[in-house]
Nanobody, 124 residues
Framework: QVQLVESGGGLVQAGGSLRLSCAAS????????MGWFRQAPGKEREFVAA????????YYTDSVKGRFTISRDNAKNEVSLQMNSLKPEDTAVYSC????WGLGTTNLNAYNYWGQGTQVTVSS
């Protein structure tokens, strides 16, 4: 069993920054990949970023490339998402998820465990 708890969401003006964190407990954190997904009102959940178990491979959806950075600290059992140059269209509930295969993927169906999510609101 893996428990995931997100933090760091909030309200920010367009152009601002936020850093989301996801704390993991349970099975060996360093053995699985982690992903961030988001869901805006009335829309389906979508992939944002993923990182492999070692941190050597990172993946981003096109709309956040160059603005968001995913990272992990296996010693702290934590994955983070640094979000810069935020836009109103980034407004959503952001959730972290664990992929026990460890390689990282954009496919949300491959993730085994999910956090509850944290709200990010970007005002124009």
């Amino acid at each position: 069993q893996v428990q995931l708890v997100e933090s760091g969401g909030g309200l920010v003006q367009a152009g601002g920054s936020l850093r989301l964190s996801c704390a993991a407990s349970g099975r060996a954190f360093s053995s699985y990949a982690m992903g961030w997904f988001r869901q805006a009102p009335g829309k389906e959940r979508e992939f944002v970023a993923a990182i492999s178990w070692s941190g050597s491979n990172r993946y981003y959806t096109d709309s956040v490339k160059g603005r968001f950075t995913i990272s992990r600290d296996n010693a702290k059992n934590e994955v983070s998402l640094q979000m810069n140059s935020l836009k109103p269209e980034d407004t959503a509930v952001y959730s972290c998820a664990a992929d026990l295969w460890g390689l990282g993927t954009t496919n949300l169906n491959a993730y085994n465990y999910w956090g509850q999510g944290t709200q990010v609101t970007v005002s124009s």
